[in-house]
Nanobody
Framework: QVQLVESGGGSVQAGGSLRLSCVASGSIFSRYVMGWFRQAPGKEREFVAAVNWNGGRTTYSDSVKGRFTLSRDNAKNTVYLEMNSLSPDDTALYYC?????????????????WGQGTQVTVSS
């Protein structure tokens, strides 16, 4: 069974930075797309970023492009989300997920396994 565990969330002031990590159990990690999503209270879950199996293709939402950087280390079964220039609009519960496909997709329904999430709170 695949398990995903996120960490690195916390509270920061606007303009600050955080680095989220997601560790996956099981042997499927290195073969599939990894994504990050977020969900703020009262809002739908939204796509943040995703990376293909070898890190060669990364896709970002327009709202985080240029501020967030996604990377993966298949040897460690870990994906990282470096978040810079954070604003209160980035406040949300951040989830990592696995899509057992090869094409980077941005819809939550495409993803098969999900972590429990890590909270990011940005104050003004």
């Amino acid at each position: 069974q695949v398990q995903l565990v996120e960490s690195g969330g916390g509270s920061v002031q606007a303009g600050g930075s955080l680095r989220l990590s997601c560790v996956a159990s099981g042997s499927i990690f290195s073969r599939y797309v990894m994504g990050w999503f977020r969900q703020a209270p009262g809002k739908e879950r939204e796509f943040v970023a995703a990376v293909n199996w070898n890190g060669g293709r990364t896709t970002y939402s327009d709202s985080v492009k240029g501020r967030f950087t996604l990377s993966r280390d298949n040897a460690k079964n870990t994906v990282y989300l470096e978040m810079n220039s954070l604003s209160p609009d980035d406040t949300a519960l951040y989830y990592c997920a696995i899509d057992r496909g090869v094409v980077v997709l941005t819809t939550p329904s495409a993803y098969d396994y999900w972590g429990q999430g890590t909270q990011v709170t940005v104050s003004s």
